[in-house]
């Protein structure tokens, strides 16, 4: 009996460390892999269409997901989705903290922020004011080995919403005074999670278990390296990442 518990007991122990490790960045790691490991057809197609059928009576609708490889390297991934009335699209970037230099540790957190502050021909306000206008839900969030921008609205407004995603994706402008402001915004950030336990001791034992390595780094970045960021620092980080080979363009719903 003790044994068995003892068996029992280790096997949830080691489950649950890489469990961690597999979920280092813990803010909703997106699934791209599952995504792309669909494509089992010879990458030189511009477009390969996939259809499957679910298992379960109750889901047994079609599936119609296509890929496309656009000349510029990015990756478009659809699923159409004629039962719904929404659509989510997705811009994922294949960049995050583990891919930074120390001493720029936390830009591609830094950089999430600022593409909502404003671009060449939205400000910050009207981003927000389209958005709204149309009843979508506009969100980001980084990894440790992503970036991801995306937005969900009714199928309706797919035009507006695609429109103002790419736009604020492919168009920022890193304004000196938004980087000041976001600044300190981001170090209240730092402080607040310091002041949580649970995010503090899952800090600790990441960079514990992946010391002097870029997965032990904090996806925010230290007060040291945020306080260092500004306009050239962002847009040669953004120049190098933000590129059409680099990203993956995916949106599922009523298209």
């Known amino acids: 009996g003790l044994v068995e518990l003892w068996k029992t007991w280790h096997h949830m122990w080691i489950t649950g460390c890489l469990t961690v490790v597999w979920g280092l960045s813990g803010r909703h790691r997106p699934n791209v892999k599952k995504l792309i490991q669909m494509n089992t057809t010879d990458h030189t197609q511009d477009t390969t269409h996939f259809s499957t059928h679910g298992n379960s009576q109750d889901s047994a609708q079609r599936r119609n997901i296509r890929r496309t490889e656009l000349p510029n390297?990015?990756?478009?991934?659809?699923e159409r989705m004629e039962h719904v009335r929404s659509v989510s699209m997705g811009v994922w970037v294949k960049t995050g903290s583990r891919d930074e230099l120390p001493e720029i540790n936390g830009v591609s957190h830094f950089v999430e922020h600022m593409v909502f502050k404003g671009t060449k021909s939205r400000s910050a306000k009207n981003i927000a004011r389209e958005v709204d206008a149309i009843g979508g839900n506009l969100d980001a969030f980084t990894s440790k080995e992503n970036i991801c921008f995306n937005v969900k609205v009714l199928d309706e407004h797919v035009p507006k919403a695609l429109d103002v995603l790419t736009d604020l994706v492919m168009h920022p402008v890193f304004a000196p005074d938004d980087i000041d402001r976001e600044c300190k915004v981001i170090l209240e950030e730092i402080k607040m999670d310091e002041d949580n336990p649970d995010v503090l001791v899952h800090e600790i034992f990441t960079q514990s278990f992946w010391k002097d390595h870029p997965l032990g780094k904090p996806i925010l970045g230290t007060r040291e390296t945020v306080r260092?960021?500004?306009?050239?620092?962002?847009?040669d980080?953004?120049?190098g990442r933000f590129q059409g080979g680099n990203m993956i363009f995916s949106a599922a719903g009523n298209l």
């Open 237 to 239: 980080f953004y120049g």
């Open 228 to 235: 260092r960021f500004n306009q050239g620092t962002l847009f």
């Open 73 to 78: 390297g990015l990756i478009i991934l659809t």
